[in-house]
């Protein structure tokens, strides 16, 4: 089947530790994204890559870093930067980059304390 | 200022009846995008919407994007308990800008209640 899946499902951490959130897509999307949702906020979009090798930053990038050497995979790095990194991450994809609907993971909750 | 505006922000609703939920731009809106959500889960995708006066239907649930395509709604037929969830607007804004695109612009969503 093909999808989108992100790991894990729930993270915990202590503050000031890295983490790294994983997405991976077998759909042959160019283009993938990961945004940043909470309460009242609605989704919020952190960074997107157009293409392999290359990616920019959303609106709100500041404590987040990105890699995008396979097209299959767009991992999300949380540095200790990020003051207030829990949140609900979701990760998602599209054909192409503008005029494409695009298709979400499951998302991962990352608490930290 | 929020670029996408989403309406009502909550909805109760008795099951059988009908509904609406609107989302409004004060920008032209060159794709509008509906999603549905469960609470803590990913988003899934119902319906896309690029022309102005289009409509697209699927089960119960009809989108529309009106002529001057800065307003979408949607109408649920009919609602069941399976209907109930967060639904979510998004939008291409920022083509027209002269800055680039810049992904799409998600409403803050509407949560949906149906009432047995």
């Known amino acids: 089947d093909g999808g989108i899946t992100q790991s894990p499902k729930y993270l915990f951490r202590k503050e000031g530790q890295n983490v790294t959130l994983s997405c991976e897509q077998n759909?042959?999307?160019?283009?993938m994204y990961w945004y940043r949702q909470d309460p009242g906020q609605g989704l919020r979009l952190i960074y997107y890559?157009?293409?392999?090798?290359?990616?920019q930053k959303g609106d709100i990038a500041e404590g987040y870093s990105v890699s995008r050497e396979k097209k299959e995979s767009f991992p999300l790095t949380v540095t200790s930067a990020q003051k207030n990194p829990t949140a609900f991450y979701l990760c998602?994809?599209?054909?192409?980059?503008?005029?494409?609907?695009?298709?979400f993971g499951p998302g991962t909750r990352l608490t930290v304390t | 200022s929020q670029e996408l505006e989403q309406s009502p922000q909550s909805l109760i609703v008795q099951e059988g009846k009908n509904l609406t939920i609107n989302c409004t731009s004060s920008k032209t809106l060159y794709g509008l995008y509906w999603y549905k959500q469960k609470y803590g889960e990913g988003l899934i995708f119902l319906m896309m919407l690029q022309k102005g006066g289009e409509e697209k239907s699927h089960e119960k649930i009809t989108a529309k994007l009106d002529e001057k395509k800065q307003q979408s709604s949607l109408h649920i037929t009919a609602s069941q308990p399976s209907h109930a969830g967060i639904y979510l607007c998004g939008a291409d804004i920022n083509i027209g800008s002269g800055g680039g695109a810049d992904g799409l612009t998600f409403g803050k969503g509407t949560h949906l209640i149906i009432q047995p």
């Open positions: 759909l042959n999307h160019d283009a």
């Open positions: 890559s157009q293409i392999v090798n290359d990616f």
């Open positions: 998602a994809s599209s054909m192409g980059f503008v005029g494409y609907e695009q298709y």
